[in-house]
């Protein structure tokens, strides 16, 4: 069962990637094929955790583990710059971003105090 996890995982993000890459012909945005290079060392990183399991994390590859970790960590920072750059190019500006979380923060806090968002001075 672990393997059938890990091989459709890897088979799943390669359809996201693809998606992607056919999303940004469809809505005529090339930033979305961004995304997809933005995600190829996160599936890289599955690639590598994959290798190493598959010779039963043997000592001799231990160097997988590093690897691995280094793809995650680089893939990343790839994906968000990938969505960083799509959000600004669909007209996302910080200032937005920061309202939003304001009103999410604000509608959280009041539904935790048992409020509905407008009794807890939420922002709309």
Request: net charge neutral; aromatic share 10%; hydrophobic share 50%.
């Amino acid at each position: 069962p672990t393997w059938v996890i890990h091989t459709s995982s890897l088979v799943e993000w390669l359809v996201a990637m693809g998606l992607a890459w056919r999303y940004a012909d469809a809505v005529a945005q090339p930033r979305w094929r961004g995304v997809t290079w933005g995600m190829l060392p996160l599936h890289t990183s599955g690639i590598v955790a994959c290798t190493y399991h598959l010779f039963y994390n043997a000592p001799a590859i231990a160097w997988c583990v590093t690897l691995q970790a280094a793809m995650t960590c680089v893939g990343n920072t790839t994906l968000a710059l990938a969505c960083l750059r799509l959000a600004l190019a669909s007209g996302w500006t910080w200032q937005a971003g920061a309202d939003e979380a304001a009103a999410a923060w604000a509608a959280l806090l009041a539904s935790a105090r048992g409020e509905s968002p407008s009794e807890g001075g939420a922002a709309s």
